[in-house]
Structure formats: structure tokens, C-alpha cells
Nanobody
Framework: QVQLVESGGGLVQPGGSLRLSCAASEDFSLYAMGWYRQAPGKQREWVATITSGRSTYYADSVKGRFTISRDNTKNTVYLQMNNLRPADTAVYYC???????WGQGTQVTVSS
């Protein structure tokens, strides 16, 4: 069973940047990887996906501001988040073979 550990969350001011990381416990090169987020009182929503072939897909709300990438040599997927907004505040979750395996989440808070 793949274990995923997210890191890189924190408190940032509007307009700032953060980079989230998700480290997998084993070779994940054949898996698509994704990021989801869940804000208080809301359902978990999809943010971005990167396939094993490195094709990328984004939710409209983050397109042009967030970038998903992967380093298969480190079994790590990243989410670079720029121009952050208060509406981006949520717990961010990493998923492998999206929906099959989940990390524990990392909190991102965007506030002045």
C-alpha cells in the first residue's frame, strides 16, 4: 500500500506563494497523482492532476496560478502555488492513482 506524506503548508499573505510536496513510500512512476483541497464546511474538491506521462490538468479556479509537477527519482509530487488568495485556504491532500491512496493533508492558510 502506497503511503503519502504531504508537507509545505503554512500561513501566507494574499499574493504570496507556497510549494507543497508529497512524498510517496514507493515507486509511483506508473501512477497518476493529484491534489485535492477541502475548505471548512465544504466538500473536498479537485485541484490538479499529473499523469504518468506528465500531462497536467487544473481546476479553473487555480489555472494559471498553480503548477503541478513530479520527480520520479524522489517519488515526490509538487504543487507550486502562486498569487494565493484567501479562497485558497484549505487542507490540501495528495492522492495517488487518484482516489486510491491519500495523504493526511497539509493546512494552507491565506490571510493578511
Amino acid at each position: 500500500q502506497v503511503q503519502l506524506v504531504e508537507s509545505g503548508g503554512g500561513l501566507v499573505q494574499p499574493g504570496g506563494s507556497l510549494r507543497l510536496s508529497c512524498a510517496a513510500s514507493e515507486d509511483f512512476s506508473l501512477y497518476a497523482m493529484g491534489w485535492y483541497r477541502q475548505a471548512p464546511g465544504k466538500q473536498r474538491e479537485w485541484v490538479a492532476t499529473i499523469t504518468s506521462g506528465r500531462s497536467t490538468y487544473y481546476a479553473d479556479s487555480v489555472k494559471g496560478r498553480f503548477t503541478i509537477s513530479r520527480d520520479n527519482t524522489k517519488n515526490t509530487v509538487y504543487l507550486q502555488m502562486n498569487n494565493l488568495r484567501p479562497a485558497d485556504t484549505a487542507v490540501y491532500y495528495c492522492t495517488a492513482n487518484p482516489g486510491s491512496y491519500w495523504g493526511q493533508g497539509t493546512q494552507v492558510t491565506v490571510s493578511s
